[in-house]
């Protein structure tokens, strides 16, 4: 039966403005908290700083549980990801070129991903991940060359996009101005980073940065095959048909900023814990070829590099009590999720040995859990290491947060070396 009721009344504790997005994820961890215990399913504004007026619903339900997400991440009859996954409202030819199979449904999606995922499997993890190791060395060891610095600029950012770009076979001559560009597709609500540029702009400027490097690539593969990815891209079919240069690039975008950004983050905020928790390296240093595996997923789950994540409602459906109508737009928040008291003891205190880490940094499960989840444990495991083993000492100051409801990112980290 479909539902009639009015719509309740925008939740007090507001995730809408860019000015909730400002705080520290410590500050916000309040509000969250708050909803978690009191309203799991809370009705708030459309998201300030989107493009266009949104069309569907008026607003958005934000769901904070973690059990509640990896029910819906798992539900994907009646939350589909093929009307977007972001929190504004933005211009469809945008999201057709940037989000690929992310905001896709079966058997689309299926189709898709299974053909990236050829480059994600562990056996051709395990190829790069001797490559991985050598990067993360020689990254520390310009690192230690440099002393006291930004940690960001210095190392977090370097070795994800090496090995992304590596594996898609960019070359190195390119890779700055398409890291750059993926900076952008995740910076546009950032007024520091935007400068005079209008959101839709910064987006625009590296969506096409982004693209033409991908039809450059793409075109010198088809005249050149090699092992890449790149190579299995353009050689590729789906119902018989290859992809077009614009799949192709959709696709390109999605890795850059995925690649890129999330393992960045990682490191970043792993570098903040430990030195809030200095006591941790110790434990994991005790013993850190037994203890990585387990403090790795830890890492994953005090960053949530990825804050949120969209799905729209494809029928009525009833949640903790709140009448959610189809076209209604039902926003997972996982770094909600990731301190929820129910699952994880004493959550806001970083734990190198926690377990069980049931995390849902790569998302709750479900056909859309993230595909790099391998990688980007891999190169966790390399890049912590090396620093624990080579700059144990290691301080990081206070960061500059990016501005932004989608990824948990550090613009700059200054840090100290101590040796």
């Known amino acids: 039966m479909p539902v009639t009721a009015t719509r309740p009344d925008y939740d007090p504790v507001s995730l809408a403005p860019l000015s909730f997005w400002r705080q520290t994820p410590q500050e916000r961890e309040a509000s969250f908290r708050e909803l978690r215990a009191r309203r799991p399913i ?21 769901v904070t549980r ?100 590596e594996m898609v076979g960019l070359s190195p001559e390119s890779r700055d101005a398409a890291t750059h560009a993926a900076d952008g597709m995740v910076s546009w609500a950032d007024d520091d980073v935007r400068g005079d540029l209008e959101p839709a702009q910064l987006l625009f400027q590296s969506l096409m940065t982004l693209h033409g490097i991908s039809k450059e690539l793409a075109a010198s593969r088809r005249a050149s095959p090699q092992d890449d990815l790149m190579t299995n891209l353009v050689q590729a079919e789906v119902d018989g048909e290859r992809l077009t240069d614009e799949e192709i690039g959709a696709f390109f975008v999605l890795l850059s900023v995925a690649g890129n950004d999330t393992t960045r983050n990682t490191i970043s905020h792993t570098a903040m814990a430990f030195t809030e928790f200095p006591g941790e390296r110790a434990r994991l240093l005790a013993d850190f070829p037994g203890r990585i595996g387990t403090a790795v997923e830890e890492f994953i789950r005090w960053a949530t590099p990825v804050m949120t994540f969209r799905r729209t409602a494809a029928r ?11 076209g209604d737009w039902v926003v997972m928040f996982y770094s909600s999720g990731n301190r929820d008291e129910s699952v994880f003891s004493d959550p806001d205190r970083f734990d190198v040995l926690r377990t069980p880490n049931n995390h849902v940094g790569f998302g709750g499960g479900g056909p859309h859990f993230c595909l790099g989840n391998m990688l980007a444990r891999t190169q966790l495991r390399a890049v912590w290491d090396e620093l624990l083993h080579r700059v144990p000492n290691l301080e990081v100051g206070e960061p500059t947060y990016l501005v932004g409801n989608f990824m948990s990112a550090v613009k700059k980290l200054p840090c100290t070396l101590n040796r």
Not at 72 to 85: A, C, E, N, Q
Not at 89 to 102: G, T
Not at 316 to 326: A, C, S
């Open 42 to 62: 809370s009705w708030h504004p459309p998201a300030e700083g989107s493009m266009l007026p949104q069309t569907e619903g008026g607003g958005f339900w934000a």
């Open 316 to 326: 009525d459906v009833e949640l903790h009590g709140q009448d959610i109508r189809e």
């Open 66 to 165: 973690h059990a509640d997400i990896v029910s819906i991440s798992k539900d994907t009859d009646t939350f589909v990801s093929g009307r977007g996954v972001i929190l504004e409202a933005v211009p469809q030819e945008l999201l057709d070129s940037a989000q690929s199979f992310l905001a896709m449904d079966a058997p689309r999606h299926t189709q898709l991903r299974r053909l990236v995922s050829s480059a994600f499997t562990p056996r051709r993890v395990k190829v790069i991940e001797e490559q991985i190791r050598g990067q993360a060395n020689r990254l520390v060891g310009e690192l230690i060359e440099a002393g006291d610095c930004d940690l960001v600029d210095q190392l977090a950012r370097r070795l994800p996009m090496w090995t992304i770009f």
